[in-house]
T-cell receptor
Framework: AQSVTQPDIHITVSEGASLELRCNYSYGATPYLFWYVQSPGQGLQLLLKYFSGDTLVQGIKGFEAEFKRSQSSFNLRKPSVHWSDAAEYFC????????????FGRGTSLIVHP | DAGITQSPRYKITETGRQVTLMCHQTWSHSYMFWYRQDLGHGLRLIYYSAAADITDKGEVPDGYVVSRSKTENFPLTLESATRSQTSVYFCAGGAGGANVLTFGAGSRLTVL
């Protein structure tokens, strides 16, 4: 069965610092991978997705993620964090074919210090 | 373009009462989902629907009922609410099959 692990429950960074949120997945083939962001009191919004091709994908709000098959990872990065990036971040794994229900990680809460 | 609309946004009820959370989509996503979000558990899938009149259980279906008579609506009913069902509930629609999800803003339910 597929699974997603986000090893960090909370991450604290200073505004302007770089950010990396970790995501590891377990799946038998090449998965579809996603990062979603949830701002306080809001629903989840898709940040970026990987289906195939270039393993470095660009998303909205200046985020990027890199798919590393050898490490079963899909870490989210941002070179300079803004206070408005404080939110909950969820990694998810899906599968080609469209009928596969995506599995979400438990989320990482990002705290940004001024 | 509203996407996924949930109502009510906030609901307080008492143990034993029936509660229905509504979910409406303005698009034509074939898949729709209900999740609950609780501290320490992330998002847990309650039920999902692949099309009208087709529903299936997720990870935590006990105590919940769903229906999907029309593609655009996917209500979630708690037939007899319990305190453990106090949570934030999210409805989502699936684009490109089930993989890319669009979420509603959530319904915060408190069961006293």
């Amino acid at each position: 069965a597929q699974s997603v692990t986000q090893p960090d429950i909370h991450i604290t960074v200073s505004e302007g610092a770089s950010l990396e949120l970790r995501c590891n997945y377990s799946y038998g083939a090449t998965p579809y991978l996603f990062w979603y962001v949830q701002s306080p009191g809001q629903g989840l919004q898709l940040l970026l997705k990987y289906f195939s091709g270039d393993t470095l994908v660009q998303g909205i709000k200046g985020f990027e993620a890199e798919f590393k098959r050898s490490q079963s990872s899909f870490n989210l990065r941002k070179p300079s964090v803004h206070w408005s990036d404080a939110a909950e971040y969820f990694c998810a794994v899906g599968a080609p074919g469209g009928s596969y229900i995506p599995t979400f990680g438990r989320g990482t809460s990002l705290i940004v210090h001024p | 373009d509203a996407g996924i609309t949930q109502s009510p946004r906030y609901k307080i009820t008492e143990t034993g009462r029936q509660v229905t959370l509504m979910c409406h989509q303005t698009w034509s996503h074939s898949y729709m989902f209900w999740y609950r979000q609780d501290l320490g558990h992330g998002l847990r899938l309650i039920y999902y629907s692949a099309a009208a009149d087709i529903t299936d259980k997720g990870e935590v279906p006990d105590g919940y009922v769903v229906s999907r008579s029309k593609t655009e609506n996917f209500p979630l009913t708690l037939e007899s609410a319990t305190r453990s069902q106090t949570s934030v509930y999210f409805c989502a629609g699936g684009a490109g099959g089930a993989n890319v999800l669009t979420f509603g803003a959530g319904s915060r339910l408190t069961v006293l």
